[in-house]
Structure formats: C-alpha cells, structure tokens
C-alpha cells in the first residue's frame, strides 16, 4: 500500500466542484497536496483522523475581510481569526491600495500561514484611516487626487499572484457626500476592466441607485453597471439603496437583471450589513447568495458576525441548502477569483486545505446587524482545519449573542428602511 502523510477516514463529504453531496468517504494527501478521495481507501498514513459524523469539505473561502492588521484600524489577524475558525483563504477587500499593497504583501501575505489574497482598492491609500474605518469623518474616495487609475493598474500587473480584483465603497459619507461617487466608480470600472479582474462594489446608503427609472435613464447604476464575475457585497443589508423595493417588497428589476448576467452577490455580512428581514423576503423571491462572506474585522469579531461559519449558519437557518452553503463559500469563490485549480476543492492535485466540521443542534437567539433576533436551532462550528496539509489549532466557539454588541447596534436599526416592524 501507497503511504501518504494524512489520511481523513469515514466524513462526509461535500465537494460541489467534484459534485459528491454527503458520500461517506476518505481524503488522503500527500506532499501537501490532495493524493484521493474514495471509500476505504487503501494507504497508510503517517497521521490519521477519524471523521466519522462530521462534514469534510474543501478549505473554507472566505471572499470579504480585513486583515492589514496594525496598519489599518480595521485589521484582525487572519491565522487567529479566520483559520483557527476553519478558513484556509482569506481575500482582504480593500483594506488596501496601490501604496500601501506593499505593506499588506510583506507583512501579512509572506507572514501568515492562512492564504491571503487581495481586492485593490482603487484609493491609493485604501482604508488605512478614512469613514467607518478610522473613526473620524470624512472617507477615502472624498478627493479624486486619491483615486490615480494608472497606479492601481501598474499595482495590479505586478502582483496578480496576490491581487484578484479592484474594490470601491459606494457611500455618500466616503464619496464627499456624494459628490464623487459616480467618478470613483466609473474609474473602479475601468481599471477592472482593464486588468480583466472583477469589481466589488460595497452599495449602502449611496447617490448611486439601484434602480434606474426605466432603459432610458442615463445615470450609472449598482448593480446595473456591474458585469459578469463582478461582486456586489453587502448584498441583504436594510438600508437606504436595499436590493429590496421598500414600496413593493420585492426585488428590484435591475438586481435581478444583474444576476441573470452573471453579476455575483455576495453576504459581506459585516457591523452593519446583514438584515434578517431582508434576507428572509429575498428567500421569500428565491434570491440566495452566490457568495457567502463574512467582512470580518476588529469591530465585529465578538459578534454580529464572530466568523464565517457562523454566517453560514445563518443562511442554513434560512433554509439554503447545507450543498448550497458549503459550494457558496469553496468553489464559487474560487472560480470567481480565478483560483479554482489550485483551491475550493477536493481535487487531487489541489492544495490540501481541508476543513471539518460538526452541525450541532442548538436552541439560542443569534442576532443580525441592526440587533434583530432569530431562534437558531443548528449551527456548524470547526472541528480541524488543514492548510497545505498542515493541521492547525482551532479556537473554541463563542456564544451568541453578545449582549454588550447588541446595544452598540441598537442606532443602526433607525436607518434601515426594511425591518421586522415594517
């Protein structure tokens, strides 16, 4: 018999990519590498974990966080934060730009052992003190001096093993209230599409709607410039400019028109960005996320959001599918971010990033991002991650919910325009 350094015996696992949805089967892998996937499979392995009754799945993606630890205020630390909670990649979305990427590359990228790649963003100096993410007034796109298209092209050519895509916040308070949205998001367009890498539009409370009248309504619209592969985040938050038509309840056309393109949506949970109203009445319509994410950061690790699973839970509670979840956070990232050879599966020849997890029964209040609450009665929590092969410790889990968040978010219910008593 063949010997390899890791065999998981007797999980079930869920591979959307290879389209295996609950076989009871083991992983093998060798040289950091997965070596196969089969039922009982014959080799002897250096280490062996027995997985009976938990999940097996390729290395959870998490597509949206911040992790310019230090350098931003934003910044949490993606080994204690994400893969001691069962995520092997990491893609920091905007935290930085085209001159500050450098510092993001050597201090986090070549230091962590979670895979950290990057959304650019395209303010030179992305969000190292600017609005909601350096606590003073005022944001990164304000002055269009800071928005220099050629540089965040030159940033992307030269680091493509790193950088997958362009990030932009579409915010009247970090736009000079407005003023230079629709220009900061035209260049985020064009530099995108230049480079042949997608956008993610960060769309709350913004100048630009997401609705446009009718076809010949001229102004730029989100998601109605977006293309295919680009990613519109923050895609259930309640607030003025919702994917929601507060008047009708329903969807808005141009979102849905958006999605039937290819445009991909994605949770970007975050401190203010995750609504269990909203998320219920798209559920309601059958608008799932393409993309489950987390926008973890320093401000919301101890709850609304904790980590991504516990997103995920969330969406398990609504009734997407376990598959649906697991393929929304593997293998659809992956192949957004051009990255499906290499991660978001259980292929072999594929990294072996390798989460296992247990779906728990539970009986407890979680809450969204503006304090409403629902009864979850499961939830998934990690139980052993891999990254390249190497096992790593995982955290033990937080309770929910954490009271003293809750009345932090308490002002945030006041702005949504789509909540439980509405």
């Known amino acids: 018999m063949e010997q390899v350094d890791l065999v998981i015996r007797n999980g079930t696992i869920i591979d959307p990519k290879n389209e295996i949805n609950g076989a009871i089967c083991d992983v093998a892998v060798k040289n950091s590498k997965i070596h196969s996937v089969g039922k009982g499979l014959l080799v002897i392995a250096v280490k062996e974990i027995n997985a009976a009754g938990c999940l097996v799945t390729p290395g959870l993606i998490d597509n949206h966080v911040h992790c310019y630890e230090y350098a931003t205020p934003l ?33 986090v990228v070549e230091k962590s052992s979670t895979r950290v790649l990057c959304l650019l963003h395209i303010a030179s100096h992305g969000l190292a003190a600017a609005g909601c993410a350096g606590g003073c007034p005022g944001g990164e796109s304000d002055t269009l001096a800071f928005l220099d298209s050629d540089a965040c092209k030159g940033c992307i050519e030269n680091n493509r093993d790193v950088i997958k895509g362009v990030k932009i916040r579409l915010q009247k308070s970090v736009c000079a209230n407005g003023a230079t949205e629709d220009e900061a998001y035209r260049r985020a367009l064009v530099v995108s599409q230049a480079c042949a890498v997608p956008l993610m539009v960060h769309h709350i409370e913004s100048s630009v709607p997401t609705q446009r009248h009718d076809g010949a309504d001229t102004r730029v ?34 979102v849905i028109s958006a999605r039937k393109r290819g445009v991909l949506f994605d949770v970007g949970h975050g401190m203010g960005s995750f609504n269990w109203k909203v998320a219920e009445i798209c559920v309601k319509q059958g608008f799932w996320p393409d993309v489950i994410s987390s926008d973890l950061h320093t401000q919301n690790i101890h709850g609304p959001v904790y980590d991504l699973l516990t997103v995920m839970t969330k969406f398990l509670h609504l009734g997407m599918p376990l598959y649906e979840v697991i393929k929304s956070t593997t293998i659809t990232p992956a192949r957004a971010l051009s990255m499906d050879t290499e991660i978001g599966s259980l292929t072999a020849g594929c990294d072996a990033d390798i989460t296992i997890i247990k779906q728990e029964a539970c009986d407890v209040q979680l809450e969204d991002s503006v304090t409403q609450l629902r009864n979850v009665k499961q939830r998934l929590v990690p139980v052993h991650v891999f990254r390249a092969g190497v096992q790593h410790s995982i955290l033990p889990k937080v309770p929910w919910p954490n009271e003293n968040i809750l009345q932090h978010l308490a002002f945030q219910l006041e702005r949504c325009v789509i909540k439980d008593d509405v």
């Open 221 to 254: 619209g989100c998601p109605s410039h977006l293309r295919a592969g680009d990613f519109y985040t923050h895609a259930y938050h309640g607030y003025h400019e919702t994917i929601i038509n507060s008047a009708t309840g329903k969807v808005h056309d141009d």
């Open 75 to 107: 910044g949490i630390n993606p080994d204690r934060d994400c893969l001691a909670r069962g995520v092997t990649t990491v893609v920091d979305c905007g935290s930085a730009g085209a001159s500050t990427f450098m510092g993001l590359k050597k201090y």
